[in-house]
């Protein structure tokens, strides 16, 4: 297992398109990949829901850890974590 602390850069956050894109990118691994807010000191979600996505409430500015369990967990922090960074496509 691996993990990783970035910080949300979307003025609006991680909102409803830029999160549904996230969870797109999760999806797209065979790892467990879970989200956790650290500035709210939220629990760890599942990254691979929308709606635990949503549930977090990451804005601008909010640290967020990304972990992965699995065979291609690497790959899956590093694609999420540069995802975020580079703002979801926004």
């Keep these: 297992m691996i993990s990783q ?4 850069v ?3 956050g991680l909102h409803a398109r830029p999160a549904s894109v996230f969870v797109k990118c999760a999806m797209s691994f ?4 879970t989200a956790r807010n650290v500035s709210t000191d939220s629990g760890a979600k599942d990254a691979k829901s929308i709606l635990a996505v949503m549930g977090l409430g990451m ?3 909010h640290e ?3 972990c992965a369990d ?8 590093s694609a ?3 995802l975020v960074e580079s703002g979801c496509g926004e």
């Design 80 to 82: 999420l974590v540069q």
């Design 10 to 12: 979307n003025p609006s």
């Design 5 to 8: 602390t970035t910080k949300v």
């Design 30 to 33: 065979e790892s467990k990949v």
């Design 64 to 66: 967020i850890e990304i």
């Design 70 to 77: 699995g065979a291609d967990e690497q790959e899956a922090v």
């Design 59 to 61: 804005k601008k500015g």
